[in-house]
């Protein structure tokens, strides 16, 4: 079965503080994991995929295949950065994309 | 933003009655997904389309139906709409696998359906 798990649906921090924002999956097959992020009043945007492995507005997030965890990080948030964030999964063997329950991050001044 | 547009935007029907909701993208790309959106479950996949009349079901397609007749429309049916119907709908287009951005989604900016 293909299953996302995002443990916390709140995340609030301050300015500058570090930002983890825990994704785990389930599936059986080689996995492709995306992050997508919701702003207020946008459409909801790709922010990074596992396979490009780069650094997308501070944010990085790497695939461990052996804790089946693909956790996003920034290490000092901004104001900007509030948002809806989404944990995604594919895989080379499905055309479905399943997403996760998202997690909400609040950046407080 | 990208080439897809999601229609209405807004509709407030009553129960028992039929609902379609049209997405129509101008990007010729091959897949086409539902979802929707609901506080505290994310977004689900209802049906998606890998062509031209080439549909599956995802996650919670029961009480929903789709038609993909060509390439840039994709229409979802509500044939007798529920309460529990009441959500916001994503489409979202992905290109050819292989292709640049496969796998990647672009999304349409929503319709928001309210079952009374």
């Known amino acids: 079965a293909q299953r996302v798990t995002q443990p916390e649906k709140l995340l609030s921090v301050f300015k500058g503080a570090p930002v983890e924002l825990k994704c785990n999956y389930s599936?059986?097959?080689?996995?492709?994991l995306f992050w997508y992020v919701q702003y207020s009043r946008q459409r909801l945007q790709l922010l990074l995929r596992h396979i490009s492995r780069e650094s997308i507005k501070g944010f990085t997030a790497d695939l461990n295949k052996g804790e089946t965890s693909f956790h996003l990080k920034k290490p000092f948030a901004q104001e900007e950065d509030s948002a809806m964030y989404y944990c995604a999964l594919s895989g080379l063997s499905t055309d479905k994309l399943i997403f996760g329950t998202g997690t909400r991050l609040q950046v407080f001044p | 933003d990208a080439g897809i547009t999601q229609s209405p935007r807004h509709k407030v029907t009553e129960t028992g009655t039929p609902v379609t909701l049209r997405c129509h993208q101008t990007?010729?790309?091959?897949?086409m997904y539902w979802y929707r959106q609901d506080p505290g479950h994310g977004l689900r996949l209802i049906h998606y389309s890998y062509g031209v009349k080439d549909t599956d079901k995802g996650e919670v397609s029961d009480g929903y139906s789709v038609s993909r007749s060509k390439t840039e429309d994709f229409l979802l049916t509500l044939e007798s709409a529920t309460s529990s119907q009441t959500s916001v709908y994503f489409c979202?287009?992905?290109?050819?696998?292989?292709?640049?951005?496969?796998?990647?989604?672009?999304f349409g900016a929503g319709s928001r359906l309210t079952v009374l």
């Open positions: 979202a287009i992905s290109n050819d696998r292989g292709a640049a951005g496969a796998n990647v989604l672009t």
């Open positions: 599936y059986s097959g080689s996995p492709e």
């Open positions: 990007e010729n790309h091959r897949y």
